[in-house]
């Protein structure tokens, strides 16, 4: 199967039939004026919006379509023969974090339908089905839990506990499911879509600088860096910002700048460590008002899974010094865990055969292929990102990478579609 080269010549206007053009028909989808970016939360208008725009998609290419009990996207292009077992299944996610990028997720959706078009133009016949996925909440933004909806598919979750997890309004996962069409009585472990999943292939912009400093457009997956969340809570004493003299404050806000240095200190003496602070939330939040309570959320990741337990019981007895020494108190819940990964080494090295020039790489980004991975033969595409940057309106992807990006995914989907043919 070879696969046709680009369109020459610069891009006025993407066309719709390219991955770019795809991608400028939901520009507007979730645009976050105050944060920049898209703020596209799981199960929101914006992420319903998005779905009718695959829906859509899918259904002008005369997919089989269907939204599963847990709110995964299957869109599905039979064998001559209408299988549906050992499927060859390629996807992402369309959810966002907020004041996300354009790409992280919907790049490697509409890749999907790019490569499959590509596919279709060069005639080929499947041997094996193959199913673009569309997977819910892989960021974990609403619910604090990453790749919610594939924990919830493959069972690695329990789904009591899914169904409780609560966004910031105070909904639970149960309660927006519910209003969004899918019964939560439902929502679990569903052994029968997942067995049908014989490889699954995800394409995603990729959030560092290797395909930058390799100057190539395209890389492969080796494996994903483990990483959690955990949310401290420091409690002091609440009180007037006015008549509370300096001597006489227990102030958790104080506390939580000595704990956020304290993480930042930690993790630069752990080489290989990241760690991040990105929401702190003081409780009641007034001006005025010397906070009772702030809560902020640790996300550490670390190649090897032990290194990461220790620098978070590190963090928490530093933590709790500090919120001591302030006349507070410190208490740390974890709220999200994923071991390191790898993808499937056999099938890795068959991609790059396939793919000759693309780099292979890890990654320090979570995907719902990490948790596919404990399950089934998984692998990834990574497409260059000249910024480097991602969960910021920075993201980006040239136009002619994001082509490379859905070429390569067709030369790899026919090579698992038509096993014979190469
Ligand atoms: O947080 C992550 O690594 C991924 O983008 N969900
Ligand atoms: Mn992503
Ligand atoms: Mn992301």
């Known amino acids: 199967m070879t696969v046709p080269a680009p369109a020459a010549g610069p891009r006025t206007a993407a066309p719709a039939d390219t991955v770019a053009g795809l991608l400028a028909e939901i520009s507007r989808v979730g645009a976050d004026p105050h944060r920049g970016g898209y703020s596209r939360p799981v199960f929101s208008s914006a992420e319903f919006d998005l779905r009718a725009w695959f829906l859509a998609h899918a259904a002008k290419r005369g997919l089989d379509v269907e939204t599963d009990r847990n709110g995964v996207i299957w869109a599905w ?12 299944v390629t996807g992402s996610h369309l959810d966002s974090v907020p004041g996300g990028g354009a790409f992280d997720g919907p790049l490697g959706v509409a890749s999907a339908l790019v490569a499959l078009d590509i596919l279709r133009a060069g005639g080929l016949r499947p041997e094996r089905p193959l199913a673009i996925a569309v997977f ?31 966004d910031q309004n105070g909904d639970s996962f149960a309660e927006v499911a519910a209003k969004s069409g899918f019964d939560p009585a439902f929502l679990g472990p569903d052994p029968e879509a997942l067995a049908r999943i014989g490889t699954f292939i995800e394409l995603h912009v990729e959030q560092g600088r290797v395909l930058i400093d390799r100057h190539q457009p395209v ?51 752990q080489p290989g460590t990241r760690a991040t602070v990105g929401r702190l939330e003081p409780v009641p939040g007034g ?30 007895a530093e933590a709790r010094l500090i919120a001591a020494n302030e006349g507070c108190t410190v208490q740390l819940t974890e709220e999200s865990v994923s071991r390191t990964v790898s993808f499937d080494s056999a099938l890795r090295d068959h991609l790059s055969l396939l793919l000759p020039d693309a780099p292979v790489q890890d990654t320090g980004a979570g995907h719902d292929a990490g948790i596919l991975t404990q399950f089934v033969p998984t692998a990834m595409l990574f497409v260059r990102n000249p910024t480097g940057v991602s969960h ?26 038509v096993p014979a043919s190469t």
């Open 77 to 88: 292009w039979y064998t001559p023969a209408g299988d549906t077992a050992n499927a060859v």
């Open 136 to 166: 819910p909440e892989e960021e974990g933004s609403r619910f604090g839990v990453a790749c919610l909806g594939t924990r919830v598919l493959t069972g690695a979750i329990d789904v009591d506990l899914a169904r409780g997890l609560r």
């Open 219 to 269: 890389g492969i997956g080796s494996s994903i860096l483990g990483h959690g969340r955990w949310r401290l809570s420091v409690t002091g004493q609440g009180n007037h910002a006015g008549t509370t003299l300096m001597t006489d404050r227990h102030d958790p806000m104080i506390a939580a700048a000595g704990i956020v240095m304290a993480i930042r200190d930690t993790a630069r003496a």
């Open 287 to 316: 001006t005025n008002v010397i906070a009772s309570r702030v809560d902020l959320w640790l996300d550490a990741r670390h190649p090897d899974d032990a290194v990461t337990a220790a620098v978070v019981a590190t963090i928490l």
């Open 392 to 417: 910021s309106p920075e993201e980006y992807v040239e136009d002619d990478d994001a082509e490379a990006g859905a070429r390569a995914l067709a030369l790899v989907l026919a090579d698992l579609l």
